[in-house]
């Protein structure tokens, strides 16, 4: 609990932040009835946490009424709602990243992605859950992720228009920055795992799991992610006339020690956010506080000398399709565990109060630990302590710093 936050309100909520929070039955989908529950409360500060609504412009909506909002304004929110948009902006400005090309028809795709040579990376401008991103081996599954999504529509309009960009080989970084468009202060760093199964195999998913910090950051390369890629970032969008105030949330690629831009994200992303939270020793609300009223410079948040590790436990078939209403079992008894939190992601309780799942991903079991060894301990005796039907995930959470 933050000394600064006497209530929390959440629309439209869940059965799980009903804990902690008081739940508006309000669609979340609809801007004018979000911005009249917060002004009918008297928010103080709104904190958007999806990319979809900040990408249809809920901030820009909120700001016109006079409300106070944590995220950025639609146009801001195009660092994530298209990646055409990004690679553009990156490249204007100097700012490291994969050699591609954007395309509207699929044929000079294709041979484009010939000419880059394999693997190569397909990916849907627009915004697709984390799932739009097809790493191809051959010039056949190229060939196949560029017809599926710009002739079959697999992602619908978010992939009528295409990136396809080399693939970089190296270890992904996340740093989650706060900005307030003329500051921006880098959080720790983390390391998130993208793929379904253990040995970093298996379709790509919105992350299996996650640790900070993360080895690969060192204090050398963290000064010049700062200096050679989000200054440059947050200047380059206040330079097209973007007012950003948020989460800059760099994707990496460590290439022969050097920081390449892999992607942006404009929230906080999951599963690294829990690893953070838990390592954040002072106050969130002043840091978001601070981004909404431009005064990011007179503040320097405090992390704990400590290491914390994220696991998800996700459905049978995640992120392909899979099975809803299953129940959970131990979670009282994971929550009994000293420096455990397990953070709810896909879950609903049924009509006789059980935890049931109900998305992919359904928890995120965080611990934190004197090192990362600990707290990958802590994290997988709490997992083990939970099960429901079908329950799938990685066994490796954090094996690259274990390796280390």
Request: charged share 25%; net charge negative; proline share 5%.
């Amino acid at each position: 609990g933050d000394p600064e936050v006497g209530q929390v309100l959440a629309a439209p909520g869940s059965a799980a932040i009903a804990g902690v929070a008081e739940c508006l039955d309000v669609d979340p989908n609809d801007i004018s009835a979000l911005a009249a529950a917060a002004s009918d409360a008297a928010v103080d500060l709104t904190v958007v946490g999806p990319e979809a609504p900040l990408a249809a412009g809920l901030a820009d909506a909120f700001r016109e009424r006079g409300l106070r909002v944590f995220g950025p304004g639609a146009d801001g929110a195009a660092l994530e709602s298209s990646k055409a948009f990004t690679k553009r902006l990156l490249s204007e400005a100097g700012i490291p990243t994969a050699e591609y090309r954007e395309f509207d028809t699929a044929e000079p795709a294709k041979s484009y992605a010939r000419e880059l040579g394999y693997p190569v990376v397909v990916k849907a401008d627009g915004l697709a859950a984390g799932k739009g991103v097809i790493i191809c081996e051959t010039p056949q599954e190229s060939d196949d992720a560029i017809t599926s999504m710009l002739e079959e529509r697999r992602f619908g309009d978010a992939g009528s228009r295409i990136v396809v960009e080399e693939f970089l080989r190296g270890e992904e970084l996340s740093i989650i920055a706060l900005t307030d468009g003329a500051t921006t202060l880098p959080m720790a760093s983390a390391q998130d795992h993208k793929a379904a199964f253990e040995g970093d195999t298996g379709p790509n998913t919105g992350g299996m799991g996650a640790y900070s910090p993360a080895p690969v950051a060192t204090a050398a390369l963290e000064a010049e992610i700062r200096s050679s890629v989000l200054e440059p970032t947050s200047a380059a969008l206040k330079a097209r006339g973007i007012d950003y105030r948020g989460v800059l949330y760099a994707g990496l690629m460590i290439v022969d020690g050097r920081p390449k831009v892999l992607e942006y994200n404009v929230r906080f992303g999951d599963p690294e956010c829990q690893a953070l939270m838990m390592r954040l020793d002072s106050s969130l609300y002043a840091l978001l506080d601070a981004c909404v009223e431009g005064r990011l410079d007179s503040l320097s948040p405090s992390w704990a000398a400590k290491s914390s590790v994220c696991v998800v436990m996700a459905s049978q078939g995640y992120p392909a399709s899979y099975r809803k209403g299953d129940v959970i079992s131990g979670l009282d008894s994971a929550a009994e565990l000293p420096s455990v939190e397990v953070f709810h992601a896909g879950t609903d309780r049924n009509e006789g109060g059980e935890w049931i799942t109900a998305g992919g991903r359904v928890l995120g079991v965080t611990a934190l630990g004197g090192d990362i060894g600990d707290a990958v301990a802590k994290a997988y005796e709490a997992v083990s302590r939970i099960t429901w039907n079908g329950a799938h995930y990685r066994r490796d959470i954090a094996h690259r710093a274990l390796s280390r």
